[in-house]
């Protein structure tokens, strides 16, 4: 990949990286806190509500977009000179960003599809809310902070190569 391409892969990657680790942030800072101050089966009607509204277009792309140009920056460093200023972090900021993508993936959505199963009546929904809460929030924080970090590591392999 072209000097001029990686570098403007590396760009999308912390850029798509920032506004994902934004939203994981705010999440953790705001949504959450604010959602556990609800009765629980308002906490669980809200976060089901937001779950679906965040699966659509403009987040998608970050999400999935970011994913694909991150791996596409991993791919551009392993066949190219691995010793070419800032190559090593800009393979670290794709690293934390992907790791960001995979937690995303194996923990969050699958908690997200668990709460919005329908239950049986009877359940209850403090607990219920508890049990996601207590799974959940932890993954958002390390997604947060994983993001969060891509985005200074691809910053300083821009840095390294100006």
Do not use: K, Q
């Not at 659509?56 to 066949?79: N, Q, Y």
């Amino acid at each position: 990949m072209s000097g001029t391409l990686i570098t403007a892969a590396t760009a999308t990657s912390a850029v798509c990286a920032g506004v994902a680790g934004g939203v994981y942030f705010a999440f953790s800072a705001i949504v959450m806190p604010a959602l556990r101050a609800l009765p629980a089966d308002h906490g669980v009607a809200a976060m089901r509500r937001i779950n679906t509204s965040a699966v659509r277009l403009p987040f998608m792309v970050v999400f999935f977009g970011g994913a694909a140009v991150s791996a596409a920056v991993v791919v551009a460093e392993l066949v190219s000179d691995a010793s070419a200023p800032g190559a090593a972090h800009r393979m670290a900021g794709a690293g934390l960003a992907l790791a960001a993508f995979g937690i995303t993936i194996v923990r969050n959505v699958p908690l997200n599809n668990e709460l919005a199963r329908n239950v049986p009546e009877g359940v209850d929904a403090a607990a219920r809310w508890s049990a996601f809460d207590r799974g959940w929030s932890p993954a958002n924080h390390v997604r947060a902070a994983a993001s969060l970090a891509a985005v200074v590591v691809f910053l300083d392999s821009l840095a390294r190569t100006g």
